[in-house]
């Protein structure tokens, strides 16, 4: 403790500064992480499901399960379902729609954490620009001679915030790298869905029009005859 508190002394303001954004950071960080991770999950096994509860004709279940998994592949889920019976240009702008809704929920915080890599190697430089600047005043009040230990300490707290800047950048950019890939792949998790559900709805509204037409085949023919 006497050692953190040693660093944070010959650190200054600056490296206070520094410890706040990386604390603000891993919050974003473990906030979103825990919020991709909680919105994935097998999205096979979700499907299959959602299928099955359709081909019974149990909408008001398939719809209820989707609420239940309150994630953005369920939502784009659930609009296509809700729109299966306007044909497949209205069940993609309502996919569409619904994802244009999603994607400001999965990336919030990701631009004030990409934000907070950026800045912290700057603090880390201005740190060691107003240390470089404590040096050269105490050059010019102690005259031609004085002491290597009296500008030690402002060299010491230039590196200080200088090396805490560049080690927060590299965590900051790692936290936001990890992210990123989640996010990636849930939006694909969203586009795959709207696709296979899409064509499913499709492939059902084909299937069911077949027998009307096997039909009406043999009433033309007797109308013929």
């Given at each position: ?106 990336k919030r915080g ?23 600047y404590k040096i ?49 792949s849930i939006v ?38």
């Open positions: 403790m006497e050692q953190l508190k040693a660093l944070f002394d010959h650190g200054g303001f600056i490296l206070v500064v520094q410890a706040i954004l990386i604390i603000i950071s891993l919050a974003i960080f473990l906030e979103r992480y825990y919020f991709y991770y909680s919105s994935q999950f097998d999205m096979h096994e979700f499907l299959h499901g959602i299928q099955n509860n359709v081909r019974n004709n149990k909408i008001v279940v398939a719809v209820s399960i989707c609420d239940g998994k309150k994630s953005p592949v369920s939502s784009v889920v659930r609009s296509v379902i809700l729109h299966a019976d306007k044909g497949e240009a209205a069940i993609r702008i309502a996919a569409d729609e619904t994802a244009m809704t999603e994607l400001p929920k999965l990701l631009k004030l954490l990409a934000c907070i890599g950026n800045i912290t190697p700057m603090l880390g430089l201005l740190g060691t620009l107003v240390a470089i050269f005043e105490q050059i010019e009040a102690g005259g031609r001679f004085i002491e290597t230990t009296v500008v030690a300490g402002s060299v010491k707290e230039a590196l200080i915030t200088t090396l805490f800047g560049l080690i927060s950048a590299m965590l900051v950019h790692l936290c936001s790298f990890v992210l990123s890939s989640k996010l990636e694909l998790d969203m586009e795959k869905a709207c696709t296979e559900m899409t064509h499913f709805f499709l492939m059902r509204k084909l299937t069911a029009n077949e027998p009307q037409q096997d039909e009406q085949t043999p009433q033309t023919e007797k109308a013929n005859d």
